[in-house]
């Protein structure tokens, strides 16, 4: 099985800044793309950024220019710097991963989500 693990959220005042971390385990032959998506209250789950194994990155409008995504290939882990933080970017964050397994079996992989809370 593949297991991913979110850390990073918490509390932090309008204009401060957070750094999410998702760590990819299990029998994992090669991730494909990765994202962070989130939820708020009340709302539907949307992208908030992906990177291909390329390195091509994707950002949703609301926040490009404030949140960079990156990865690292070698530790199976994706990064969400996230700066310049509004009060709306409030949600539960899930970090995604498309995933190939050591037994071929392609997986589209969830974590269990971290809380990020932006407000003064």
């Known amino acids: 099985q593949v297991q991913l693990v979110e850390s990073g959220g918490g509390l932090v005042q309008p204009g401060g800044s957070l750094r999410l971390s998702c760590a990819a385990s299990?029998?994992?032959?090669?991730?494909?793309?990765m994202g962070w998506y989130r939820q708020a209250p009340g709302s539907q789950r949307e992208l908030v950024a992906a990177v291909t194994s390329n390195g091509r990155v994707n950002y949703a409008d609301n926040v490009k220019g404030r949140f960079t995504i990156s990865r690292d290939n070698t530790k199976n882990m994706v990064y969400l710097q996230m700066n310049s933080l509004k009060p709306e970017d409030t949600a539960v964050y899930y970090c995604n991963a498309d995933i190939t397994r050591k037994n071929t079996l392609r997986t589209n992989a969830w974590g269990q989500g971290t809380q990020v809370t932006v407000s003064s």
């Open positions: 299990g029998s994992i032959f090669s991730i494909n793309a």
